[in-house]
């Protein structure tokens, strides 16, 4: 059952027009990637479900709820969180800080000891390093913090916004095997966006390719794998 429905979506940057009449869902309890090339409105359609830009038209429903025009904070409360590309964390406050601030909108003391042990669960590295100010991190550490964080808030969905961006390699297929455990074993609907179309289709269980604002392919990760298109244009091969 589709706990995300994006309908006829659209989103103009002055009179450039960013996002086209976008269609796409994400049933609850799967990873769903948007891949294509800069400029192509990945992260557009993130900021515009999170409620970060101003919507020109269309609809966004949310576990059957329409949130189109909802305020940021009013979405992270409803149950949809962001991951944004870079980062984002507060580099002068430690990583339990940067933690706890993700469950600002929360007031059961309990569960929110109860989600920061099962964040440390899945990546013990933040709990060794728990005291050290975010910005002494390196770029995969401060990436874990980053969705650390944005587990804080409970979500029932996460939006991560370009997760291999600026780092090594073996830093991002750690990254994604991480990614891959949160949506298995913690069950959390995550939508994906990545310009790694390898990686985005190995963590993900479907994808839609989009272009100029508009989904132009979609199919199950494993279709897109083997689409001779799909390989040449974004899988380099």
Excluded at 76 to 95: K, M, P, Y
Excluded at 154 to 181: H, N, Q, T
Excluded at 193 to 220: P, W
């Amino acid at each position: 059952m589709a706990i995300l429905e994006i309908n006829d979506l659209q989103v103009n940057y002055g009179v450039i027009p960013a996002l086209k009449g976008l269609n796409f869902y994400v049933d609850e309890g799967e990873v769903v990637a948007l891949i294509g090339s800069n400029g192509a409105g990945k992260t557009t359609t993130l900021h515009a479900i999170s409620g970060i830009v101003k919507k020109a038209g269309g609809q966004i429903i949310f576990d059957g709820t329409d949130i189109t025009n909802r305020k940021a904070h009013k979405i992270v409360g409803l149950g949809i969180s962001q991951v944004q590309e870079g980062r984002g964390v507060f580099a002068e406050l430690t990583v339990l800080e940067n933690l706890r601030l993700g469950a600002y909108l929360r007031k059961n003391k309990h569960e929110i000891r109860e989600d920061l042990m099962d964040v440390f669960e899945l990546f013990p590295r933040l709990e060794e390093r728990k005291s050290q100010p975010a910005g002494t991190l390196s770029g995969g550490e401060q990436q874990m913090l980053a969705i650390g964080r944005a587990m804080m808030a409970k979500p029932r969905m996460l939006l991560l916004d370009e997760p291999s961006m600026g780092l090594a390699p073996v830093v991002v297929e750690d990254i994604f095997r991480k990614i891959k455990m949160l949506n298995k074993q913690r069950h959390m609907t995550i939508l994906l966006v990545e310009q790694n179309a390898q990686m985005a289709l190995y963590a993900s269980h479907r994808a839609y390719v989009i272009e100029t604002g508009q989904i132009v392919t979609t199919g199950t990760s494993a279709e897109l794998k083997n689409n001779d298109e799909i390989r040449k244009a974004y899988l380099g091969l």
